[in-house]
Each structure stands twice: as structure tokens, then as C-alpha cells.
């Protein structure tokens, strides 16, 4: 169906639908982008921040663990040493929460490769601490030395290392998150000037197209009107829609075909008169003429 061929009405109505359509499909749009970028904001802080701080915790009670242990080997008081040994408990108990919290978080092979080798350096140090509250207990100095140089600390520092990994890797994958959120937005930002700028062309575009079909037959109508004011009846008007433009340059076009009409019938009357006038003045001089005769003989 044509432009033209729908009333006026139904084309505004027409282009504010479309207008509509352009704007929810801009909306649509944002609304998509934003949603995807929120995903990767609660990827980021509710996920990997959650887990390098359970990481972080891990590492920070292995460190009281190793300060404690180290403490027992160098006092000799059992109150202190009791102290430093319900530091170990609470510490690992500390840890644990850190752990279970990781565990059920990371979902990845790397990742949980990552807690298998935590969990087997575990394995490793967890005898040792006992053993160092043992020598501690001894009160035997330079066993104690020995224990921590060669046996607590290179164990410790492999546990350690281990969480370091989880760390490493679980702020690397944070990072990735943040640059995948930068250019989410980099593209959001370049498809919504993109779509803006489509619907704002087809926005000026419907607006120029409705507004001709109408202010052009109007104008049409106007020239119409002002001719036949004019006195010329000779326009040919031609109607090419069937909305209240075309409506009305169709009564325009009837007006004057039937002014033209009246304008003829009105001629021949004066032709007919201007006839009879030559006719009756031919019979008056006919009539005097024979008058005259008649009156001279």
C-alpha cells in the first residue's frame, strides 16, 4: 500500500509507531549491553574477590601458623606455650573456613588442580606443626633450630607457594574479567551511537516523508484555489489519493468543472440573447422600412 493512499491520521500514526519501534529497539539494545556488563561486575566482585580473599585468608593463617611455631621453639614458659598453641588451633580452624570457601567456589581444572596441590602440601605440613609443639614441649633449642630450617620452613614455604598460585590465578582470570567489562563497554557505547544515529536518520527521514505527503497535495490545493479565484477555470487537477488531501482536491476539481460548466451554459444563454437581440432589431428595421413605403405611396 501506498503512502498516499492512507488518510492522514493512519500516517501519523504510522510514523509515531515507528518512531516507537526505533526508540525501544535503542532501549532494547542499552538494556542488553548493560545487563551483560553487570554479569561480569558480579563476576568480578562476587566471584573473584571472593576468592582471592579466601585465598588471601588461607595465606595470612599460614603465616600466624609458622610465627606460632617458630615462637615455641625459642620460649621455654607452658603458659606461653599453650598461648602460641591455641594460636595454632584457631589459625587452622581460620584456615579451614578460608578452604571450604574456595573449594566450593572454583569450578575450573586449573583451578582445582591448583587446591589438589594446596591440599597436598597441607598433607605435608599439618605432622610437622605437631612435631614442633612436640619439640618445643622438649625444651631442646637446637633441635628445634634444626627441625625449623630443615624440615617446618621448606615445607611451609611449598604451602605457601601453592596459595601464592591460587592467588596469582585467580587475580589473572580478575583481570581478564575487567578488560572483557571495558571493552563490553567500548562496544555498548559504539553500538548505541550506532543504533541512536540509525533511528535518529530514520526518525528524520519518516518525519520529511509524512510531512511532503501532506503539505505537498495541500499546497497543490491552495494553487488550485487561488487560480480559480484568479478566474482561470482552465487548471487540470489531478487527484492521486484517496486521503483528506485528495478528498479535497477532488471537491476542488468538481467546483471547477462545474464552474466551467456554468460558465459555458451562461455564454451560450448570452449568445442565444445577443440572437434574439439582432433578430428583433433586423425586424423592427424590416417593419419601419415598410412602414415608410406604405406612408409614401
Do not use: C
Request: proline share 1%; aromatic share 4%.
Amino acid at each position: 500500500m501506498q503512502l498516499k493512499q492512507l488518510k492522514i491520521g493512519q500516517r501519523l500514526a504510522l510514523a509515531f509507531g515507528l518512531v516507537l519501534v526505533l526508540l525501544a529497539v535503542v532501549l532494547a539494545t542499552g538494556v542488553q549491553k548493560l545487563s551483560a556488563m553487570n554479569d561480569l561486575l558480579v563476576k568480578v566482585v562476587e566471584v573473584n574477590n571472593a576468592r582471592i580473599d579466601a585465598a588471601s585468608t588461607m595465606r595470612d593463617n599460614l603465616r600466624r601458623i609458622s610465627i606460632a611455631v617458630r615462637d615455641m621453639t625459642i620460649i621455654s614458659d607452658e603458659a606461653q606455650m599453650q598461648e602460641q598453641s591455641t594460636a595454632i588451633a584457631k589459625a587452622r580452624e581460620a584456615y579451614e573456613v578460608g578452604a571450604k570457601a574456595l573449594d566450593g567456589s572454583i569450578t575450573s581444572d586449573e583451578g582445582k588442580a591448583q587446591l589438589a596441590n594446596t591440599a597436598a602440601a597441607a598433607a605435608k605440613v599439618l605432622p610437622l606443626i605437631a612435631k614442633g609443639e612436640a619439640l618445643a614441649r622438649q625444651n631442646d633449642l637446637d633441635a628445634g633450630r634444626d627441625f625449623l630450617r630443615d624440615e617446618f620452613v621448606p615445607a611451609m614455604r611449598g604451602w605457601t607457594t601453592s596459595i601464592d598460585d591460587i592467588i596469582t590465578l585467580q587475580s589473572r582470570r580478575n583481570n581478564e574479567d575487567q578488560a572483557r567489562g571495558r571493552d563490553a563497554y567500548a562496544q555498548a557505547r559504539v553500538l548505541m551511537f550506532s543504533v541512536g544515529a540509525f533511528a535518529l536518520i530514520a526518525a528524520v527521514a519518516i518525519a520529511w516523508l509524512i510531512t511532503r505527503s501532506i503539505t505537498g497535495p495541500l499546497n497543490r490545493a491552495v494553487e488550485v484555489a487561488r487560480t480559480v479565484a484568479a478566474g482561470d477555470l482552465s487548471s487540470h487537477i489531478e487527484v492521486t489519493s484517496l486521503d483528506e488531501t485528495g478528498q479535497l482536491l477532488g471537491a476542488l476539481k468538481d467546483m471547477n468543472t462545474n464552474l466551467r460548466d456554468i460558465v459555458s451554459q451562461v455564454r451560450e444563454g448570452t449568445d442565444t440573447i445577443a440572437t434574439a437581440s439582432d433578430e428583433i432589431a433586423s425586424g423592427n428595421l424590416d417593419l419601419s422600412s415598410r412602414t415608410e413605403q406604405q406612408a409614401s405611396s
